[in-house]
């Protein structure tokens, strides 16, 4: 499948062994090259490109990889820029550098590394350092996989890195395409090339690029709306994964997903999912601890917010107000600061206190406070639970969009998720830990969040708080800085970018005002 880079093809001699496409890529680009500038003997074999031929992407890795363009008559020459940032002095350019892209590709090696001089700013002819560079040329199909990644994980509700057929179609749908709505089901047995009822990542990559060629299934970028086609498939693919890359990119198509799918499970026909559901996640959800029998559920929804038995969540220490228990059943991580967090999870760019909760439900006791993020999966209990004991200040909501919140969203440095997703904060005033904020996070396919509880009242830890409909969602609590000791194995789990699996009611950590207390 997607895995190998070579596609039959009929001019070939029936035993001889295909070139790559990546080789038969290079190769083009190496010819290209001593067209422009080689001797006469390398250029007369040399094959003419067209100005809107595409050459291909060149990755320069430094410290950190940058995406470039390269175009067979654009520019090909890249100016690195070395900054110094310190608490002093901010950005202060110290020296630069520049590469010809070309001329570095064109050498017969799958990947070269250069040292290159850093020149003076104000003075070129002077050294101030060097810097080594590596930069090589992009499989094509590592940029088809790159983008199907992309799009896959935006309906993949179960997160388990396939598309079933339910899947398949709310994407086809999200593309637009009339005609490829019209043929899904055929679609679906064309991607599916091993037959076993799902598609995954490879499969997807292949059938997209083999549409995009045949009779494209985007006829517009998702992200930027400019038409595609204008040229080759490859071209196609690499202006939507470079779209994806440089912006947040799918939020119309989020959107659009959200509203529909809301509908969908709000109406009666949406009953009959219900036993596909538990067959999906037949060792997963537990239905002996459910409230309600299963024919008590009149839509999707109402089977997804559905409730718990009485005591099927046990408190942990359920008379000590001083110790914090989990808010949902989840995937969790925990830090002690927010710099913890984004040095091990969160790469968002310019994730903080401030974005999470806004200026109506940020206050300067939180802002350099611990914090622990529950990730609620399809196949989990949806209700989430009060962590601490106290009074409900305030609700404030914050409109936004719908990403997901699965860790390839989250890890993302082009995403900010948490800010930027539609939320509720609620601030809890507590005797022990002092403010909680407890964020309840849209995500994609959750078209609403809903509290159970008003301003002023009064919870006791392990309360039912309120419950996210339909899809995968996230419940952050925000703790005044050194207000909580999480408990160590959260603790540790987290350093190593490992989410622990939790359930409400298990133990979260403990108020550091009471120093005495002992944990039985």
Not at 15 to 21: I, Q
Not at 357 to 368: C, D
Request: glycine share 8%; with cysteine; proline share 4%.
């Amino acid at each position: 499948m997607g895995q190998s880079s070579s596609r039959p093809n009929a001019c070939a001699g029936a035993g001889d062994p295909l070139p790559s496409r990546f080789a038969r890529f290079r190769r083009r680009l190496r010819l290209h090259h001593r067209h422009r500038g080689g001797n006469g003997d390398d250029s007369a074999s040399a094959k003419n490109i067209a100005a809107d031929d595409f050459a291909g992407i060149a990755r320069i890795r430094i410290v950190k990889e940058k995406k470039v363009i390269v175009e067979t008559n654009g520019p090909h020459i890249a100016r690195i820029s070395v900054f110094e940032t310190n608490r002093f002095s901010k950005n202060t350019l110290v020296g630069y550098c520049e590469v010809d892209l070309f001329e570095m590709l064109t050498k017969d090696l799958e990947e070269h590394s250069e040292d290159l001089a850093l020149l003076d700013p104000s003075s070129p002819n002077t050294t101030v350092g060097s810097i080594t560079i590596s930069c090589y040329i992009e499989d094509p199909v590592e940029t088809e996989q790159s983008f199907a990644r992309r799009v896959l994980a935006i309906v993949d509700y179960d997160e388990d890195g396939t598309l079933s057929l339910s899947e398949f179609s709310d994407l086809m749908k999200a593309f637009g395409n009339k005609l490829a709505v019209a043929k899904i089901e055929e679609l679906f047995r064309q991607a599916d090339t091993n037959g076993d009822g799902i598609v995954d990542i490879d499969e997807l990559a292949a059938l997209l690029a083999d549409q995009q060629e045949k009779e494209p299934l985007i006829s517009n970028c998702p992200v930027c709306g400019e038409d595609l086609g204008k040229y080759d498939k490859i071209n196609d693919m690499i202006h939507m994964t470079l779209c994806f890359d440089e912006g947040t990119g799918v939020k119309d198509i989020l959107k659009n997903l959200s509203e529909k799918q809301g509908k969908k499970m709000n109406s009666p026909e949406s009953a009959k999912d219900i036993p596909k559901f538990l067959e999906l996640f037949k060792d997963q959800i537990n239905m002996d601890e459910v409230k309600d029998p299963i024919e008590s559920f009149k839509t999707f929804n109402e089977f997804f917010v559905r409730g718990l038995k009485p005591g099927a969540r046990p408190i942990a220490y359920g008379d000590q107000d001083s110790i914090a228990t989990c808010a949902a059943d989840s995937r969790l991580m925990a830090f002690s600061s927010v710099d913890e967090s984004t040095r091990f999870w969160i790469k968002g760019r310019k994730f903080s206190i401030e974005g999470l909760l806004g200026p109506s439900a940020h206050s300067n006791a939180l802002s350099n406070g611990s914090l622990v993020i529950f990730r609620l999966a399809p196949q989990d209990y949806h209700r989430f639970h009060v962590p601490v004991s106290g009074t409900v200040e305030k609700f404030v909501e914050i409109p936004g969009f719908l990403y997901t919140v699965n860790p390839i969203a989250v890890n993302s440095k082009y995403c900010n998720v948490f800010t930027e997703n539609k939320r509720v904060i609620s601030i809890i005033s507590t005797s022990e830990f002092g403010k909680v904020a407890f964020v309840a996070i849209g995500a994609t396919m959750v078209g609403s969040i809903t509290f159970l509880k008003n301003e002023g009242d009064y919870v006791h830890k392990g309360d039912e708080f309120g419950y996210f409909s339909f899809g995968g969602s996230t419940v952050i609590c925000v703790f005044e800085k050194d207000a909580i000791q999480f408990d160590a194995d959260l603790l540790a789990n987290s350093e190593r970018s490992l989410e622990t699996l939790v359930s409400v009611g298990m133990t979260l950590g403990m108020s550091t005002r009471n120093k005495g207390l002992q944990v039985p």
